[in-house]
């Protein structure tokens, strides 16, 4: 072998020693001590800025870290401070520049899960027989299962995209709640509910008094604390309500389920009530006020803008007070309903035609607020 091999094979040692030195030479000389330094640093940093909650790890001159944050810019604020870490102990650093990297790819930003206020979930079984849910439960598994329910009373025929995730349910059994609202739903040709809280509304037709009667019982046996409510309609049978509600959303979607299309009807020109479907109304809007005993309910009369101003003023009033009258003489606790009168001043139709003035005459309720 010549002088130049000898030289060479020389060259090649000595850079093999160079290396191995470099990487497993004590503190402070080195690549390693450089990587154990490094990640002190970062730690150092990611500590002082408050990132308690990452940890690191050094890969040769790449720190990785690790952890769940909680939220993107906290993730975004960890990575920044480790980047910015200095390791003042890596022999051989620059001054001001950086002698590692940083991987943040492993950090996890934790989901945050709302708060639902009211905490609501709803179905509606459309006139083309699907059954649409929209609300919240508390977490996946408790979605799946609902949805499974729903799926098994109304196979092929569950819209439920809008069942969302959320905090905030009362502290009861969610599942079984809405579970025992889907099994109602399903034995009715129609109808919805409407849970808000820890009060429901359920609302249908039923083929017969016995269907509505089992519905009924269902209803009636939710969870103590749990105020469950029905309006069933029968054909040719008196509407029965069940329940004591304590939702005031609830209670104004009764009223507006009693009510419907029906009328009250006055003496022409006066405030006398008159016929047999205005009587049977009224005796439903009695009962569904006393259910809504926490809420005080305003009688609201209307009538046409045929007349003089004040006539009709006059009119309204008189006619609010008749129905409040009416309630209170079927069991109405006084302090729980209000008769104000509006006269013409809030048309709902036009009073060019004779149905738009047929639909301005009109007797509302309105949960107003709580007593």
Request: net charge neutral; glycine share 10%.
């Amino acid at each position: 072998m010549g002088n130049f091999g000898k030289w060479l094979w020389g060259i090649i040692i000595l850079s093999i020693i160079a290396l191995l030195v470099g990487w497993f030479a004590p503190a402070p000389w080195g690549a390693k001590a450089n990587s154990v330094n490094m990640g002190k640093s970062v730690q150092a940093a990611l500590q002082d800025g408050g990132f308690g909650w990452v940890e690191s790890e050094m890969s040769g001159n790449v720190a990785k870290l690790t952890g769940v944050a909680p939220s993107a810019e906290a993730k975004a604020g960890a990575i920044a401070a480790a980047q910015n870490a200095q390791c003042e102990q890596c022999a051989d650093r620059e001054n001001g520049k950086r002698w590692h990297e940083v991987d943040g790819d492993d950090i996890t930003v934790k989901k945050v899960v709302a708060i639902q206020v009211p905490y609501t979930l709803s179905g509606v079984l459309s006139s083309d027989g699907s059954l649409i849910l929209n609300g919240y439960v508390r977490n996946e598994n408790e979605r799946t299962r609902l949805l499974a329910e729903a799926e098994r009373l109304y196979p092929g025929r569950v819209t439920n995209d809008m069942v969302k995730i959320a905090r905030g349910a009362p502290k009861m059994n969610w599942l079984a709640i809405g579970a025992t609202h889907l099994k109602g739903l399903s034995m009715l040709k129609n109808g919805k509910f409407m849970i808000s809280d820890t009060d429901s509304f359920l609302s249908g037709e039923a083929d017969n008094a016995d269907i509505r009667a089992s519905v009924n019982t269902l209803i009636a046996g939710l969870p103590t604390g749990f105020n469950g409510s029905s309006k069933i309609d029968v054909a040719n049978a008196a509407p029965v309500v069940i329940g004591q509600l304590k939702d005031e959303t609830v209670c104004q979607n009764l009223f507006a389920e009693l009510k419907g299309n029906n009328k009250i009807n006055f003496a022409y020109g006066g405030s006398a009530i008159e016929g047999e479907a205005s009587i049977a109304l009224l005796d439903a809007m009695a009962t569904a006020v006393k259910q809504c005993s926490s809420f005080r309910v305003t009688v609201e009369g209307h009538t046409d803008s045929d007349g003089a101003e004040a006539y009709n003023q006059n009119l309204s009033q008189q006619r609010a007070e008749a129905v409040v009258t009416y309630l209170i003489d079927n069991g109405v606790n006084p302090a729980n309903v209000t008769a104000v009168g509006y006269g013409e001043t809030k048309p709902i139709a036009s009073n060019d035609t004779r149905q738009g003035m047929a639909a301005n005459r009109r007797i509302e309720f309105t949960v107003t607020r709580s007593k």
